[in-house]
């Protein structure tokens, strides 16, 4: 006897995670009914007695299509070629559902430009778009894809302030300078930023301060290609990237991000304390054991999260193991098991 999905999903008040055993034509509407259920629970909690009974009724409804798109889009262009499992998680993050479903293709989803009413998945990736205001996206892994979407339940908000479509506040991006040296330097007090050139000089790495001029995010290298698509949907602007890696402990990739960027919670990842230093090796330098993936070239310019994926790929860092089915979810924020699924 087979389980399209867990009894109990992996739950928390905010958010829960489905790991079908099996994932087939049964599962779509299983999940889709049991995804309506939950969200509905999880809006009345958060609304209270604004949440207006019709209002939910027909949001609900509209999730449920979006849902039942992404999940059979898995099925038919992941699942049937042979590329499982499926992941898929919702949470609520503030008036936002976030829906993730994550599959083994790296194929990502393509629009229809036939009829939409065409398209394979039912009613289309148009109908998606259409239904999040264009607040839908996907990032590469390196043993998959990620597909998200954000779905606006302000509306049921008593003073209906913010509409389907309302992109969420993101940081400002870092300040430019003359060359990406130049642009580290400029996290250090006035009048010390000739410090890292000396040390940089005498064969050293320079502490970058982190907290003023931007933060950085820590994980281990295994989780960095998720750790890409993860802070993407929750809105982490990322810059420029490093890689550690010591002889006497696994390699870590450290992205710099905007100040302003919030605390994530996923698997082994932990943003650096501001007030601490960053060793860094001067752009373009490598010293064997610090290397920039990405190194800051002074423009400041965020960093394209697709050309974070193809230099990660590019360092052929650990293969990917899909993680322990075992998550933790505050808001839309993961926390990804490090154990990896016996094969």
């Known amino acids: 006897m087979t389980t399209p999905i867990p009894t109990n999903p992996s739950s928390t008040d905010n958010g829960w995670a489905y790991f079908p055993a099996e994932f087939t034509d049964q599962t779509v509407p299983l999940l889709r009914t049991d995804i309506g259920s939950r969200c509905g629970r999880s809006l009345r909690s958060r609304f209270g007695p604004a949440a207006d009974e019709k209002t939910l009724a027909g ?80 990032s590469p892994t390196s043993c998959g894809k990620l597909v998200w979407v954000r779905f606006s339940c302000s509306a049921l908000a008593a003073d209906g302030a913010q509409h389907h479509g309302d992109a969420a506040p993101r940081p400002a991006s870092l300040a430019p300078a003359h060359d990406g040296a130049h642009w580290l330097a400029q996290a250090l007090p006035e009048g010390e930023r000739d410090r890292p ?22 994980v281990p290298a295994g989780h960095a290609q998720r750790a890409i698509s993860h802070l993407t949907v929750a809105g982490v602007p990322l810059g420029p990237a490093l890689l550690h890696n010591p002889v006497d ?72 193991h899909l993680p322990h089915p075992t998550r933790q979810l505050t808001g839309l924020d993961l926390a990804l098991d490090s154990e990896a699924t016996a094969s």
């Open 249 to 320: 402990a696994p390699p870590t990739v450290t992205f710099l991000v905007p100040v302003g960027s919030r605390d994530i919670v996923y698997a082994d990842l932990s943003f650096a304390p501001d007030g601490t230093c960053l060793p860094c090796p001067r752009p373009g330098a490598d010293d064997g054991e610090h290397r920039w993936i990405v190194a800051p070239d002074g423009s400041g310019e965020l960093t394209d999260p697709q050309v974070l994926h193809q230099a990660l790929a590019a360092t052929n860092g650990p293969a990917c």
């Open 59 to 138: 949001l609900l409804e509209d999730f449920e299509v979006i849902a039942s798109e992404l999940l059979t889009n898995a099925l038919r262009h992941a699942v049937a070629k042979g590329f499982g499992p499926v992941e898929v998680v919702v949470a609520l993050e503030s008036d936002d559902l976030l829906l993730l479903v994550h599959d083994g293709s790296g194929q990502g989803p393509l629009l229809d430009t036939t009829d939409p009413g065409q398209h394979a998945g039912g009613l289309g990736l148009h109908l998606v778009r259409s239904l999040t205001g264009d607040r839908w996206g996907w």
């Open 197 to 218: 050139f000396t040390q940089w000089g005498s064969g050293a790495l320079a502490g970058i301060p982190l907290g003023a001029a931007f933060r950085a995010v820590v």
